[in-house]
């Protein structure tokens, strides 16, 4: 992206029929001629990366699994919302690895 040097307003791109394209500003009458102009296009993984807790991170605690009906499961605290709300506890089951979440 580019500013304007006299105004700060974004600088869009138009094309000069004679000279090419060119970068100008709306707000004023600065303009920018582009010698060359290069295209780049990022790419992002359809597929987000699974998020992983380490496991000396978790504790033991005594809540019940939901399925396979286990009475101990390992649980961690960590923030999902606004540092201002209430925090998220994540629980594992330690017997079948069964994971939810309840949010305090």
């Not at 993984?45 to 992983?52: F, G, L, N, Q, V």
């Not at 999902?80 to 629980?91: P, W, Y």
Request: aromatic fraction near 14%.
């Amino acid at each position: 992206m580019n500013f304007c040097p006299v105004c700060s307003n974004f600088l869009s791109l138009e094309n000069e029929s004679s000279s090419g394209y060119r970068l100008k500003c709306p707000g004023c009458i600065y303009y920018y001629p582009l010698k060359e102009m290069r295209l780049t296009k990022t790419f992002q993984s359809k597929k987000p990366a699974p998020i992983t807790y380490p496991q000396q991170n978790k504790q033991i605690t005594d809540e019940q699994c939901d399925k396979c009906g286990c009475l101990k499961a390992y649980f961690w605290e960590f923030q999902t919302r606004g540092a201002d709300e209430q925090s998220t506890i994540s629980f594992e089951c330690i017997n079948c690895g069964h994971k939810w979440k309840n949010d305090r």
